[in-house]
């Protein structure tokens, strides 16, 4: 038992939220760099001859220079091991995201210099606030012309409501980027980027003397701005931190590798090692207990010559041997745990053992289905991961009747992975069914994978809805004779799905008929 306390206490569990293109797949790859995971970054948007990034692995993903998919990147830095839980940056793919960030015990919030806090990001900063995530925030892209460090600051404040407490602070206006001055470590760090920034910055320490003789004026400025900060008490304190009151800030530039050790360091020094989980009675699950798991991403078909399908799971407690057999909490079934790998993208290792914290890829998890629980001894569950509301839905039949068997085994495997949501009714029949999207991309990755992995070719029709309300037996009769207005049987779960046209058109039945159950689903914009 006190092996497991000692493991869990040097994991570091975390992922990387952002808004598209603020660089978070550069920052992943730069991070792995530093811990000596990899050798050379790649970059999504990088010069001509580099290497993609790692973790994007999909066709779709190098096309368009997007991740869409997950991934789980394990490392050791400074007798810490790290999980970097890899996750979709674009808006479309919230609900996957929404999933991963079940997974994690802390998140680095990623702005863009330039952009500061943006739709996305704030949208992905209040999941964690919902699920009282610390959050480190990490200034990317100094090394371009952006805005005020300070203007950041209060930008910060303001809409995550987190006071902005800077670890490092940048030397140098934005595009114009010499280096930090650490205030946690007492330093002042001077950059040098390497060729390509492909490789590690050169970092060199200065004294205050030599700052002002080679800085001049960007350090003189910094120097004042440091002063400020210190005297309106703008300083980290571990327990604002870990309460979800305060955010750390670093500021750097991931494709240069300006400032990404010291966010490696920030991750071993401050982070939160994994605690408790509270299990579906809200009881926590004490992490030297036997071991228990969530199931937090489902993936099909990442090595195209094995038409796998992988299982990430979090431990929550206990110690995982390779080759255990667990008991799926769902079904009550037992299931083998003989392949058990740390994936990120194609790059795969095998994994003999786990404790909390850690995250592990089971192989050939055919059963098994996000927010899942696994767990050895006395039984255990933790509560299910909820589904995002849907605001897009289109219907999807087969081009080729002769690939019907193909069509329907496609839908199932990419409603069990959680790429859309599949709602069937009566009225429609199966051979049409409607799929429902948090945003129109998933609707391409389905046209993709379809065509990809089941060699067969999909026609979407889109439909007019554009809102999703959970409902029940009794209200659906209803419901379903109103205009403007189905209700679906989700097949996940098999909860009642009310769809309406529009906004106007809910609150009329509302207003017509106010007995009726009409509930909000997560992360519904709308009241």
Known sequence: ?????????RRRTFAVISHPDAGKSTMTEALALHASAISQAGAVHGKSGRRGVTSDWMEMEKARGISITSAALRFEYRGHMFNLVDTPGHADFSEDTYRVLAAVDCAVMLLDAAKGMEPQTLKLFEVCRHRRIPVITFVNKWDRPGREALELLDEIEERTGLKPTPITWPIGTGGFFHGVADRAADRIV???????????????????????????????????????????????????????ESTPVLFGAALSNFGVGRLLDA??????????????????????????????????????????????VRVCSGRFERGMVLVHAATARPFATKYAQSVFGQERATIDEAYPGDVVGLVNASALRPGDTLYDGPPVEFPRIPSFAPEHF??????????????????????????????????????SPVLAAVGPMQFDVVKHRMGAEFNTEILMDRLDFSIARLTD?????????????????????????????????MRGVMRDHPDLVLNALLADTRG
């Open 1 to 9: 038992m006190a092996a497991i306390i000692q493991e869990a206490a």
């Open 190 to 244: 001077r950059y040098t980027r390497t060729p390509g920034g492909a490789t590690k910055a050169i970092e060199t320490d200065l004294t205050a003397e030599r700052a002002l003789a080679e800085l001049g004026e960007d350090w003189e400025r910094a120097k004042d701005e440091i002063d400020l900060l210190s005297a309106i008490g703008a300083d980290h304190d571990q327990k604002a931190f870990e309460a979800h």
């Open 267 to 312: 991750m071993v020094d401050i982070a939160p090692a994994p605690t408790p989980r509270p299990d579906v009675h809200e009881d926590p699950r004490p992490l030297e207990k036997p071991f228990s798991g969530l199931v937090f991403k489902v993936q099909a078909n990442m090595d195209p010559s094995h038409r796998d399908r992988i299982a990430f």
């Open 394 to 431: 289109s219907t999807a039949r087969v081009r080729d009747s002769s690939r019907s068997k193909q069509f329907r085994k496609g839908i199932e495997q990419l409603d069990a992975e959680g790429v859309v949501q599949v709602l069937r009714s009566d009225v429609r029949g199966d051979q």
């Open 473 to 505: 037996a009794e209200s659906a009769p209803i419901l379903a004779r109103q205009r403007g207005v189905e209700v679906f049987t989700r097949s996940l779960d098999g909860v009642l799905l009310a769809l309406f046209t529009d906004e106007w058109r």
